[in-house]
């Protein structure tokens, strides 16, 4: 129980006197020589004393030991309590039943249901049935659940940890043998009860500043109440802080505006996921070290409850961590209730049946992205990016039911509620899959506007567009036009999560978030909203944008390429880049060209790596540390003074080698060490390229605790001049602009004046 929790409900006391109720915190109750704890209101603390006299007033004169000496002070007994008393929700009684021939004197720990739980002074705890208690009993219980709501219950007990079995004996995941090629999916939309209403509610935050508490997931739950939960949680990472830990379910109403229930967690738990199905929560605490430290050694626990539920109930707790303990944060999600799938480090996953108690099966990914897995609405199926396709399989058994070539890779992949299409973006490109037919052949997007930001995760929004998370911030992409649309950007008082603990989805085209908040009295709160995407303004864009408009390099470019790669080099490097013009339809053109193309190879600094060196049965065999000199690759499209288009790539080494024969790894290294075309060759180019002002959308949103606050359309672009800095040949002048012309000044269209909404 917090500190907070423990303050409103000793300040109950005073509620109880007025309305007539008994109290046992009067003189009398303490004398000369116990040891009890006194409530410290400026430290907010209980400090442990001894009672060393009581005057005529009833009030008491305590020993305690504060800032390295002894302190004799006088206080209320309403502001001391016994050691006992220690963990109560308020103070000892005696407590009747209801035909006066039984008392004992005892603090209340919690009411759940028809039980009280309390603890007698000997510090032995008992379950009293309510109806057995005095009517007074009775009625101090019931204003003390009104009063207290869900601190009210006691806090569960966690179950002693198991072990489910070896990780590294389990057995790898098998793939389904189906003719070798791709097959088709049966849909898997999202539940029909996950349905949720606009809305939102503000409630009381349990502590305050660094110390309070902060959201640790928010996960849509739906159903007719439009439910969200919310797991409020505060883990301070310093020993002198003034708040204990703890976590608390919140279950928030979107359609009521208000939280209908709340739950206790043991105080060091973090709260993962929640499958409604089977009313199953996936929680994780640190067996030793802890959050602030870099041993995260987890141990993974699931228990059942319901939104009405007062108390959770435990069902299962093991070890979950590997021997070599990760510097990650955990990543888990419960499948069906029985499977919980875990990444087990950073390319490796494990699936656990709680049930059994055991390893249902292991996968590697192998992925230099190492992007978490998504799934399909109901978790039929989990798609996991690999280093050259998406791995399909069915979460529950790992089986492998088909895969999607990726040659590049993948930083995110999205499946359409409807479960029918998968969206899988590299840093270039976008692909759209039909996941129901074994035979259809993507459709390709240039998208690397989205590909190159660090992408959290990716949603779909209507049957067109894409909603890709960043850090901060949120890109509309829509598909058909191939433009990021518009940007969303988290006010400092929204709160956006990450990707192992998410406080962020897009549900059925709406946005659940979570926000701290505050009032003029600087009372401070938290809040769950609910909000219509895309919001105000930005849906009149979409009918009114011309991506051509937009461009600063189009098809008929006239191109200078210049190859500074080194004479090995430059003569493959020359040619493969002329292909690539040609395939734009770009023209090549030295001596008067609109764009130059820059082609560069520089050696970098010498740098040292140590890698381990393990068996075929995943057994070390000790390090080996290389030294190495990387190559850095760059291209350019540049006009003038200004860059338009540019990708890198590094010389960074893979984070492992596979090595056969006698070979070592620092042999594997020189050969990396080797300047090569591939860069230039893969590269992928883009025949249209956005001006910069645009590519990150035409115009923000502020995500807000009000909802969201659209900004201004931004102006029409200013082109830039030729290589010379004179205007291209392909720039159409101001007076050319479709945004300037009489057909586009209407109501109607939005590019006709950027004041307008």
Not at 279 to 287: A, E, G, I, K, P
Request: hydrophobic share 35%; with cysteine; aromatic share 10%.
């Amino acid at each position: 129980m917090t500190f907070e929790h423990r303050k409103r409900a000793w300040l109950l006391i005073p509620l109880l006197l007025l309305l007539g109720l008994p109290c046992l915190a009067e003189a009398g109750k303490f004398k000369v020589g116990d040891v009890v704890q006194v409530w410290d209101d400026f430290g907010k603390e209980w400090n442990n004393g001894t009672v060393t006299g009581v005057n005529r007033r009833g009030e008491l004169q305590i020993e305690t030991a504060r800032f390295g000496s002894l302190r004799r002070e006088v206080y209320n007994p309403r502001a001391v309590r016994f050691a006992y008393e220690d963990g109560a929700i308020g103070p000892a009684r005696n407590w009747t039943d209801a035909t006066g021939s039984f008392k004992v004197m005892a603090a209340p720990l919690g009411v759940y249901g028809d039980t009280l739980k309390i603890r007698k002074e000997d510090m032995t705890e008992l379950e009293v049935p309510i109806s057995k208690l005095s009517e007074s009993d009775q009625s101090y219980i019931e204003r003390m659940r009104r009063e207290l709501g869900g601190a009210a219950a006691p806090t569960p007990e966690n179950l002693p940890m198991e072990n489910y079995g070896d990780v590294e004996g389990a057995r790898f995941a098998l793939a389904l043998q189906a003719n070798g090629g791709r097959i088709a999916l049966l849909p898997d939309p999202i539940p029909p009860y996950l349905q949720l209403k606009e809305g939102g509610t503000a409630f009381g935050r349990i502590g305050d500043g660094f110390d309070g508490e902060e959201f640790g997931v928010i996960i849509p739950v739906g159903g007719p109440e439009s439910l969200v939960l919310a797991s409020g949680e505060c883990h301070p990472r310093w020993s002198h802080s003034k708040v204990d830990p703890f976590t608390r379910l919140l279950w928030v109403s979107i359609a009521d505006r208000k939280i209908i229930n709340q739950q206790k967690l043991p105080p060091d738990e973090y709260v993962l996921d929640y499958h409604p199905p089977s009313h199953r929560l996936l929680t994780y605490s640190f067996v030793d070290g802890g959050n602030a430290n870099n041993d995260k050694k987890i141990a993974l626990a699931i228990w059942e409850v319901l939104p009405t539920d007062e108390i959770v109930k435990p069902v299962a707790r093991w070890e979950a961590y590997p021997d070599e303990r990760s510097w990650d944060n955990p990543w888990a999600k419960i499948i069906d209730g029985q499977i919980v799938l875990q990444r087990w480090n950073k390319s490796e996953y494990v699936a656990w049946n709680v049930d059994e108690k055991s390893i249902a099966y292991r996968l590697r990914q192998e992925s230099r992205s190492d992007s978490l897995p998504s799934f399909s609405g109901g978790k039929r199926y989990a798609f996991l990016p690999d280093q050259s396709s998406i791995r399909v399989f069915d979460p529950t058994t790992g089986v492998m039911l088909t895969s999607l070539p990726a040659p590049n890779g993948a930083k995110a992949v999205a499946i359409s509620e409807d479960g029918k299409r998968a969206a899988v973006l590299d840093r270039n490109q976008l692909a759209v899959w039909d996941l129901t037919d074994a035979n259809s052949e993507p459709t390709y997007y240039h998208a690397d506007d989205i590909g190159r930001a660090w992408v959290d995760s990716m949603f779909w929004l209507g049957t067109d567009k894409l909603m890709v998370k960043t850090n901060r911030e949120m890109l509309l992409f829509s598909i058909p036009q191939r433009v990021v649309v518009w940007s969303y950007q988290f006010e400092h008082t929204t709160k956006h999560g990450n990707g192992e603990r998410p406080l962020v989805h897009v549900v059925n085209d709406h946005l659940v978030y979570g926000a701290s908040v505050r009032d003029n009295n600087r009372n401070e709160g938290l809040a769950v909203g609910n909000v219509k995407l895309p919001g105000p303004k930005v849906a009149e864009v979409f009918g009114a944008i011309d991506r051509e408009d937009l461009e600063v390099i189009k098809p008929g470019e006239h191109v200078r390429l210049e190859v500074r790669c080194g004479d090995d080099l430059n003569r493959d490097v020359y040619f493969s880049l002329v292909e690539k013009i040609e395939k734009n339809n770009w023209i090549l053109d030295n001596d008067n060209p609109t764009v130059v193309m820059y082609a560069d190879m520089k050696r970098g600094k010498t740098q040292s790596a140590t890698y381990e060196i393990v068996d075929h049965f995943n057994r070390s065999q000790g390090t080996e540390s290389v030294t190495y000199t990387p190559n850095e690759y760059s291209l350019k499209l540049v006009r003038g003074p200004e860059v338009l288009w540019s990708s890198g790539m590094g010389g960074g080494l893979p984070d492992r080698f596979t090595i056969f024969g006698d070979a070592s790894i620092q042999d594997i290294v020189n050969k990396w060490e080797v300047p090569s075309v591939s860069f230039f060759s893969r590269a992928d180019i883009p025949a249209r390229v956005i001006h910069k002002d645009y590519r990150r959308g035409l115009g923000t949103t502020q995500i807000t605790t009000r909802g969201l606050i659209p900004g201004e359309l931004k102006p029409p672009p200013e082109l830039s001049g030729g290589v010379d800095g004179e205007k291209s040949k392909t720039e159409k002048s101001e007076e050319d602009a479709p945004w300037s012309t009489p057909e586009n000044t209407s109501e109607d269209a939005p590019w006709s004046d950027p004041t307008k909404p």
